[in-house]
């Protein structure tokens, strides 16, 4: 599974708007997300699957 799909699969109230410090502009705002995930990199040469890890994805509103 990808990145994008496991996003877009989400439900919305897994999505936090988070303002981290003020810029030249405006506040730095984005949206962020986080899940556990198993990597699947060279999951094949391994007699055990990955640990689980958290994924922390930043997708800000509107961008797609």
Do not use: C
């Not at 699969?9 to 997300?33: D, I, M, Y």
């Not at 990955?50 to 994924?55: R, S, T, Y």
């Amino acid at each position: 599974m990808s990145v994008k799909d496991l996003a877009l699969g989400l439900p919305s109230r897994a999505w936090r708007g988070v303002t981290w410090r003020e810029g030249s502009q405006a506040e730095l705002t984005s949206r962020f997300a986080a899940a556990r995930v198993r990597p699947a990199h060279r999951n094949t040469l391994r007699s055990e699957p990955w640990p689980k890890e958290w994924l922390l994805i930043e997708w800000p509103k509107g961008s797609y």
